[in-house]
């Protein structure tokens, strides 16, 4: 078992308001971690303090063994990716560039153009889609091309929030086969917010929230 992210004793608030309290959680390399939970039981928050989008001030989060406030934040957004229920890509740039661009921001030498199109082969988006603006492809097609920008900067953590929330049932069961292809044959640490049962029952870990706290 190889760790590669641990969370002991986090806390967190919003302004004065406790939203998670003494939350311990381990993710590893190469499986799948469902984190469910009802609405409202803080698990976008704790998935926004796991990625350094939000700032912890009570406990600790390793990464790699090392201390996440006191790590680089660069290095860290480079080794580790987001996608959310809406996608989220720049609609008028092409499904390449989407990629292109969050290599430039990640400083990824190279060349950008073919690394980008071997990663839209890898989520399933054919050769005729890759130069149409992201606008113009299905829900599908835009979370596979989330994914291949998630992965562009060889990130070793996918962080997902709700990634199947806004798809046909379908198309979301197709996306919960990429993400867990990803952990289980690229050997990534796939860590995922969703209320969608089909995610929890092929998910390697599930941790469930409720108030804010880890229920063992
Ligand atoms: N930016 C914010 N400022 C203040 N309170 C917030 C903020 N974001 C979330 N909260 C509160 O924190 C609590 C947890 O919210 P969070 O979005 O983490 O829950 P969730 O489990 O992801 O819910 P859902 O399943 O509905 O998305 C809620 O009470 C919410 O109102």
């Known amino acids: 078992m190889e760790l590669i992210l641990v969370g002991k004793h986090i806390n967190f608030a919003y302004n004065q308001t406790p939203i998670l309290n003494d939350i311990n959680v381990q993710f590893e390399q190469g499986k799948v971690h469902a984190i469910i939970g009802p609405s409202g039981s803080g698990k976008t928050t704790l998935l926004s303090v796991l990625s350094g989008i939000s700032k912890y001030k009570e406990g600790s989060i390793e990464y790699k063994g090392e201390e996440l406030s006191k790590l680089n934040q660069s290095k860290y957004r480079k080794e580790t990716g987001i996608i959310f229920q809406n996608f989220n890509l720049i609609t008028y740039l092409s499904a390449v560039q989407n990629i292109v661009v969050a290599m430039d921001i990640g400083s990824i030498k190279g060349n950008k153009l073919e690394k980008a199109k071997a990663l839209l082969t890898q989520v399933g988006i054919k050769e005729e889609d890759w130069y149409r603006p992201a606008a113009k492809l299905s829900g599908g097609q835009q979370q596979r091309v989330a994914i291949a920008r998630a992965l562009a900067t060889d990130s070793e953590i996918i962080f997902a929030d709700e990634p199947t929330g806004n798809l ?49």
């Open 168 to 216: 046909d049932s379908k198309t979301g069961q197709e996306i919960i086969r990429l993400l867990c292809n990803l952990a289980s044959e690229h050997n990534k640490c796939v860590i995922c917010v969703t209320h969608d049962m089909r995610f929890r029952k092929k998910a390697d870990i599930v941790y469930t929230l409720s108030d804010g706290t880890i229920d063992t």
